[in-house]
């Protein structure tokens, strides 16, 4: 039962003249379809109609037929009943009332679902109504057919039925007219929704309510008539509104108006299509007497009569309203029969479609299975060529490559004949050589040089390079570095030699000195450098302490004066061709020799005092060779200032020199050389020498071979001037084997 706290209800829209319902039961299909209607037929404020239709066996229908065909009602039971309408209707008032719609809920009872509801739509003049479809586990596995189908079929034109599936419209049959005459209902709507609402006065609360349903011994006046001739047993009786406790409805805002449920109806009986009795004279358009017994807080009030209709209403209106509803019979039964007939023809025409399908596809079949033995013969005879093709084609294959293998082979005896030859002419071509110059070198036996490294053994090898291993040893009670040929190394003859011709006449402090050599071997003896190659001080191999910037500028300035002093020679100028970290040599004080000249060539003088010679091949190591060099084979004194310039910029930044170049300009452009190009292990670079270092370097290291510095008068300068500014600052001084740089 609705208490005081009861919401008053104003609508939001006017009330329209069609009027929606659904039909609704205890499945999530009624939910569903109740769902899409308030979604998509209602706006709020609106009312909505909930059928429930009371399935009761044939036998026990609870109505009998007195003489006179007039349909009364037994009410054995009635408290059992009014329980479980109450609870069915319950979820959806709470989500109409969520909703701000209104609720008129109708029961009735009878034995064949769809024709009830069939006949009550016609007699609500009802024009839109939704039906939940039916579920396997649920509503067809209860009642055995399909209720929304043949609702949709036995429907009036004016209605417009909605089966709804799972929250979407699954059938849909429109309407083809208009309703012919207004519905019975509205009238009681528009009454219930024009009372004003004061939840303070108990009469007041009784019309928001609604009228109640007597949850116990109820009586029924024998004496009211069915407001439908008959041959069935349905129904017709008026409950009131369902009570419901504050927990029912206190998802409610208090702001928010109350659903105003109505009286719900359960019929006395409907019409019966198959027989043409005559309309009862005291048969009116109310919505029938309303149930004794309804009270308020257990206090019986009158029931709310509907407006009814006066016995003395005209015979002419009562036989138009029979004939009409004649032909309304007579023209559901037509539109049933021609969709019955229209379905057995569209059967028929499908299944003759259907078979001449089957037919034709049978043919298809059959023909496209020969064209495929067919195609799989010839494709199996293709196979079989190819694969004989393919037999001789590896058989030729095979043959030629035994052919070539042999020709192969002969070619590679005839070609290590043939080096062997020319190693014994070259070794004798060196020891003529070295005997006819007076070439000054102390020359060391076979077994002087084991004797020294212990049988070259693996402990004394210091390094190893292209040319060949390196031993540390003592010969004559000095330190000495034995370098030994490898057997494959290449063109190691005439490097070993070249290096012999061009150490062996020049001596000056910033190159290695050639102490002997074993010519027989291919053995040279050096000075030892105690601190290694500048490539293992840069890189810190070994873990060693890295070089003080003020080192490192002491070093670039014996570097390039090493340099210039091979291209100042006479009478022709030394080329180098292989200047590199790897090649510097440091003795124990950090002072730098140039070594490795086996690659160094002879290049005559031009015009201009400018050097170049055109070499066929080019040599040297890649990233440190000059790009004109490479590109042209000329080879002039400026081909070792582009090496001197990559060997400068590894000198600052300790990378490696691929790209080195471009990405020290792009961060000098950027202003981020100082953070992301200088070698981190040097915290106190001064600023502007450092940046003065790098371009002197990038000038070195242009592509052109025309835009490159001068080594004697423009580059050695400015280093010199650089060395002179780190002497300055050296706040160390390197002692001779016991001092190392400074940090």
């Not at 009878?110 to 839109?128: C, F, G, N």
């Not at 691929?658 to 070698?679: N, P, Q, S, W, Y």
């Not at 002197?696 to 025309?706: D, G, M, N, S, V």
């Amino acid at each position: 039962m609705w208490n005081e706290r009861g919401h008053a209800f104003s609508a939001k829209k006017g009330m329209e003249n069609e009027l929606v319902a659904v039909a609704v039961d205890k499945d999530k299909g009624s939910r569903h379809a109740l769902r899409w209607a308030v979604e998509h037929l209602l706006s709020r404020g609106q009312t909505i109609v909930l059928i429930h239709v009371h399935k009761v066996s044939p036998n026990l229908h609870g109505t009998h037929h007195n003489h006179k065909g007039e349909t009364s009602l037994h009410i054995s039971n009635k408290h059992t009943v009014g329980k479980t309408f109450e609870q069915l209707f319950l979820t959806f008032h709470c989500f109409c009332t969520r909703k701000d719609i209104r609720c008129l809920d109708v029961v009735l009872e009878d034995a064949d679902i769809a024709k009830a509801l069939t006949e009550y739509v016609s007699y609500a003049a009802i024009e839109k109504l939704v039906l939940g479809a039916p579920s396997r586990s649920g509503f067809m596995r209860k009642f055995r057919t399909d209720i929304p189908s043949s609702v949709s079929k036995a429907s009036p034109d004016f209605c417009t039925v909605y089966v709804i599936s799972k929250g979407k419209v699954s059938s849909l049959r429109n309407a083809s007219c208009s309703a012919p005459f207004s519905s019975p209902l509205l009238d009681h709507i528009k009454k219930q929704n024009s009372k004003s609402v004061d939840k303070h006065s108990p009469q007041s609360a009784v019309v928001k309510g609604g009228l109640k349903m007597v949850k116990s011994r109820t009586s029924v006046d024998s004496g009211t008539r069915s407001h439908f001739p008959s041959t069935r047993a349905s129904l017709m009786k008026a409950f009131a509104d369902f009570s419901e406790s504050d927990t029912d409805i206190s998802f409610v805002s208090s702001d928010r108006p109350s659903t105003d449920r109505n009286s719900s109806l359960l019929f006395d009986s409907f019409i019966d299509s198959s027989q043409n009795s005559r309309i009862s004279s005291s048969t009116d358009r109310s919505l029938g007497s309303m149930c004794s017994g309804i009270r308020w807080n257990d206090q019986h009030i009158s029931t709310h009569d509907f407006s009814s209709v006066s016995h003395e209403s005209s015979c002419s209106s009562q036989n138009l309203e029979e004939v009409e509803a004649e032909m309304r019979r007579l023209r559901l039964e037509l539109k049933q029969t021609m969709d019955l007939y229209n379905i057995a023809c569209k059967e028929a025409l499908s299944a003759k479609q259907q078979v001449q399908a089957m037919q034709l596809n049978r043919c298809k079949n059959q023909e496209e299975q020969r064209l495929e033995e067919v195609q799989l013969a010839e494709e199996a005879a293709m196979l079989a060529v190819e694969e004989e093709r393919a037999n001789c084609k590896a058989a030729i294959e095979a043959a030629e490559a035994a052919r070539k293998f042999a020709e192969s082979g002969q070619r590679r005896r005839l070609n290590l004949q043939g080096e062997t030859l020319r190693e014994t002419v070259e070794m004798k071509k060196v020891l003529d050589t070295l005997s006819n110059h007076n070439i000054k070198y102390r020359r060391y036996t076979i077994e002087e040089i084991e004797e020294a490294t212990d049988c070259f053994k693996p402990s004394r090898k210091i390094g190893e390079g292209g040319y060949g291993p390196v031993f540390r040893c003592y010969l004559d009670h000095t330190p000495v570095a034995v370098k030994v040929l490898r057997p494959d190394a290449a063109q190691g003859r005439s490097q070993f030699l070249q290096e012999i011709e061009v150490l062996s006449c020049i001596r000056h402090p910033n190159m290695v000195l050639l102490l002997g050599a074993c010519p027989e071997y291919g053995i040279l003896v050096y000075e030892y450098m105690g601190r290694g190659s500048l490539e293992d001080c840069i890189f810190r191999k070994g873990n060693t302490p890295p070089l003080s910037w003020q080192l490192r500028f002491q070093i670039a300035v014996e570097v390039a004066t090493g340099l210039l002093f091979l291209h100042q020679t006479k009478p022709e100028p030394i080329v180098h061709r292989d200047l590199k970290p790897g090649n510097i040599l440091l003795d124990q004080n950090y002072v730098s020799k140039i070594g490795d000249v086996g690659l160094a060539r002879l290049v005559p003088a031009v015009a201009e005092n400018m050097t170049q010679f055109h070499i066929t091949s080019t040599a040297g190591t890649f990233c440190y060779i000059d790009p004109e060099y490479q590109q042209t084979g000329m080879l002039g004194v400026k081909s070792d200032v582009y090496s001197l310039g990559i060997l400068l910029l590894q000198l600052i930044t300790a990378k490696q020199p691929m790209g080195l170049a471009h990405h020290v300009e792009r961060a000098i452009e950027m202003g981020t050389f100082f953070t992301e190009m200088v070698d981190p292990a040097v915290t106190d670079w001064p600023i502007e020498e450092t940046l003065s270092f790098a371009k002197l370097a990038l000038q070195c290291a242009e592509l052109r071979r025309k835009d490159r510095l001068d080594l004697g008068k423009e580059v050695l300068p400015e280093l010199c001037r650089l060395r002179e500014i780190a002497q300055e600052n050296m706040n160390h001084f390197f002692l001779a084997g016991s001092v190392g740089p400074s940090p």
